[in-house]
DNA sequence: ATGATGAACAATCAACAAAATGTTCAGTTT
DNA sequence: AAACTGAACATTTTGTTGATTGTTCATCAT
């Protein structure tokens, strides 16, 4: 690892350190330079602005989420459980983040905010997941064939967008958004079961 | 009609005719009582707030809304055609709101805002229709019965909720809705399907 | 030549005062 | 007594100004 590499490692770390503490609004880029006892303007020479460096530190640890996927994905059970654990486990991850760690949350939705193509990159993540599962599926024998799994995991992103960002709904109860979530996907798995 | 209740109307017409040319927060209470040559406080002995007559002029234009999915509830065709159908129209409807009647929008996102009970009672009143679309499918021996068929008509506005408010995700690409909604309803269908 | 600085620049935020607006109600008019 | 007014009150919005923050870049240091 080469010297300019692990300076862009140490501000992220000095960084992050913030973010987590603090928020990323109130997280100035002058507190982050003194941290490391360099000037403001260096930072500009490893990240090329402060949402550059916030996205970063989401890239760095989107693995704990994708752990969190995969272990579901992986799990036993047959696909159709799988499913509906996976998206459990989404809405109560989520859940927690709104509830437990208004920092992390306040991050995620600046990136969001400013940076459509990463969202849309994590919803791309997350269907090779569920595409995962849809195999499985037809592989047991469970679920109908389809001719593009890629499409079907979109669309079931779709219909189950309110449990994915319930804080555009201002929708804050997590035993309501349960018991839809389960009644949602009653709907999704019906529709995907070979007939 | 008494002359309260004929005041009444006047008011509201005077400023639905505002908020509907500059919109509701840039009409003000003074200015609706000029209009109607009355002292700005006088407004205030027939309805109790500027929310109350913004909600009261929505009120009054539900019934284009009520007729709209009525005909779709009424018309020819298999209950199934007729969801999609419902779904479809209730997507256009909003996105033409959006974005060729910005103050009609603007003027609905502020009651959705502050009266959450107004924006219930709406959904409300469209799981009537689903319900009725529901029932059809069940007679005409197409959709599984469902113990309970207000819960499921729920589940289907969680399931459709990206397309009832597009606004909330930035998306306003009415091609990609289009073809969002029904691969979405494809899902749906097929969940509704009697086995 | 490469790496780093810190002042300058541009944009945004915060504080505050003034103005505007929603609402109330004592007083006036009908 | 009922209907209406318009000033007062409370709250919110707007405008101004100075402070702060993100970013750039000429200059300096290595």
Known sequence: MDEKAETRDRILEAAGRRFEHYGYSKTTMSEIASDLKMSTGNLYRFYPSKLDIAEAH???????????????????????????E??????????????????????AQAISRERPAYANRRLAIERVY???????????????????????????QCATMKFRYPQLYNCFRIDMLRRE???????????????
């Open 58 to 84: 989401a890239l760095a640890h989107e693995c704990d989420e994708d752990a969190m996927m995969e272990a579901v994905v992986v799990s036993g059970g047959s696909a159709g459980t799988r499913l509906r």
């Open 181 to 195: 979530l389960e009644g949602t996907m009653d709907l999704i798995y019906k529709g995907l079961l070979k007939r």
């Open 130 to 156: 569920l595409v995962r599962m849809l195999e499985d599926g037809i592989a047991e024998g469970l679920f109908e064939r389809h001719e593009s799994l890629d499409e079907l995991a979109e669309m079931i």
């Open 86 to 107: 996976f998206h459990r486990v989404i809405l109560e991850h989520t859940f927690k983040l709104i509830d437990e760690s208004k920092k992390i949350f306040e991050l």
